[in-house]
Antibody
Framework: QVQLVQSGAEMKKPGTSVKVSCKTS????????IHWVRQAPGQGLQWMGW????????YYAHQFQGRLTMTRDASIITAYMELSRLSSDDTAVYYC?????WGQGTLVTVSS | DIVLAQTPLSLSVTPGQPASISCKSS???????????LYWYLQRPGQPPQLLIY???NRFSGVSERFSGSGSGTDFTLKISRVEAEDAGVYYC?????????FGGGTKVE
């Protein structure tokens, strides 16, 4: 069973950045791309991009390019998603996911 | 980007009755190797989405046989043979044949 454990909720001011972590298992880290998907309150799912934990290769959806960075730390089998220049429109639950399982989600609230 | 149009937006079903959700893609989801990258997820309230069906018709591990997927090319359907109370939530189709990955708008089943 895939286990993806995300960091806790964050409250951020507009213009700042947030970094969300996603801890996996060794088999997940080496076997699957890790995707990041967000869901604004009451809205649908929006795919943000993926990282290949094995190579650190990334692909970002065009609407996030320039302010989205996905990284990973193989020593602690953890992936990270950092989003900069936050606005209230970025208030959402952020999920990490593989093809066979999802993290529990991290609520990011952007408010002045 | 590939657009996935789901219908209906919402569905009220009596337990024990069947339900059907449609997902239409703006372009074919069939690749040159004969695989079709269309997936179905269920998101229960307060939970992350869970995978039900992958590559059009394959039930994911542990998913009830009451769920079935069908379709080809650009038109796909998720069917629930006999709806149970635990099936309530929002159903999403998703395509992964082309980046960016995109989701349908969701169908709320009550």
């Amino acid at each position: 069973q895939v286990q993806l454990v995300q960091s806790g909720a964050e409250m951020k001011k507009p213009g700042t950045s947030v970094k969300v972590s996603c801890k996996t298992s060794p088999s997940t880290f080496t076997g699957y791309y890790i995707h990041w998907v967000r869901q604004a309150p009451g809205q649908g799912l929006q795919w943000m991009g993926w990282i290949n934990p094995h190579t650190s290769g990334t692909y970002y959806a065009h609407q996030f390019q320039g302010r989205l960075t996905m990284t990973r730390d193989a020593s602690i089998i953890t992936a990270y998603m950092e989003l900069s220049r936050l606005s209230s429109d970025d208030t959402a639950v952020y999920y990490c996911a593989t093809s066979i399982g999802w993290g529990q989600g991290t609520l990011v609230t952007v408010s002045s | 980007d590939i657009v996935l149009a789901q219908t209906p937006l919402s569905l009220s079903v009596t337990p024990g009755q069947p339900a059907s959700i449609s997902c239409k893609s703006s372009q074919s989801l069939l690749n040159s190797e004969g695989k079709t990258y269309l997936y179905w997820y269920l998101q229960r309230p307060g939970q992350p989405p869970q995978l039900l069906i992958y590559e059009v018709l394959n039930r994911f591990s542990g998913v009830s046989e009451r769920f079935s997927g069908s379709g080809s090319g650009t038109d796909f359907t998720l069917k629930i043979s006999r709806v149970e109370a635990e099936d309530a939530g929002v159903y999403y189709c998703m395509q992964a044949i082309e980046l960016p990955v995109t989701f349908g708008g969701g169908t709320k089943v009550e």
